[in-house]
Structure formats: structure tokens, C-alpha cells
Nanobody, 117 residues
Framework: VQLQASGGGLVQTGGSLRLSCAAS????????VGWFRQAPGKERESVGV????????DYADSVKGRFTISRDNAKNTVYLQMNDLKAEDTAVYYC???????????WGQGTQVTVSS
């Protein structure tokens, strides 16, 4: 599965962005999809994971109540809606899929989100 993340940009504190993760090469509906982020000088962290059907979604505590993951399997796309953005949300955001054990085998190229105060 090939993934393409998009939708990043520069936004002010309190603003919103919606990231998209579009898949090609295979139907995304077979897979769970995770969103991750990596800020400069920090390790990559999980933002949240949505299961194949969209009925089960887990979020990192730091984004609960502000971020929403959804999926449109007909469009082979998963979304990350980010509201009430904070400076600490600044990072490169990645989507990943095809999880095997604890390892995600397919990664998108990342999209930069910058939140200015």
C-alpha cells in the first residue's frame, strides 16, 4: 500500500486543519491506519489509530477532544481533523498502515503542520 499525506500548513493557535491520507495500490479498508507526528528534536509519537471499519478509534491523551480521525473507505482515504491547535502540535505528521505486530509497514511521506502563537 502506498500512502500520500497532505493538508498540512501554517495555522494560528486555536485554528484548525484537516489532514488527508490517501492510499493507492490496495484498498485501505482492509487495514487499520495510524496517524503519527514528530516534532524537531523529539521522537515520533502516536496521535491515534482507527481500525479497518472506523468503529474503533484510539487517541493520544494530548489530542483527545481536539483531534478526530475518520475514514472514507469508498475514497480510500483517512482523515485527521485537528481543532484548537496549539504550538506543541507543531510537527511533521505521518500516516501509516499495514500493521504487523507492533510494526507499521507502510508509511506516507509526511506533511508539515506549524502552529504559530
Amino acid at each position: 500500500v502506498q500512502l500520500q499525506a497532505s493538508g498540512g500548513g501554517l495555522v494560528q493557535t486555536g485554528g484548525s486543519l484537516r489532514l488527508s491520507c490517501a492510499a493507492s495500490g490496495r484498498t485501505l479498508s482492509d487495514f487499520a491506519v495510524g496517524w503519527f507526528r514528530q516534532a524537531p528534536g523529539k521522537e515520533r509519537e502516536s496521535v491515534g489509530v482507527i481500525n479497518w471499519s472506523g468503529r474503533s478509534i484510539d487517541y493520544a491523551d494530548s489530542v483527545k477532544g481536539r483531534f478526530t480521525i475518520s475514514r472514507d473507505n469508498a475514497k480510500n482515504t483517512v482523515y485527521l481533523q485537528m481543532n484548537d491547535l496549539k504550538a506543541e502540535d507543531t510537527a511533521v505528521y505521518y500516516c501509516a498502515t499495514d500493521k504487523y505486530g507492533s510494526r507499521w509497514r507502510s508509511w506516507g511521506q509526511g506533511t508539515q503542520v506549524t502552529v504559530s502563537s
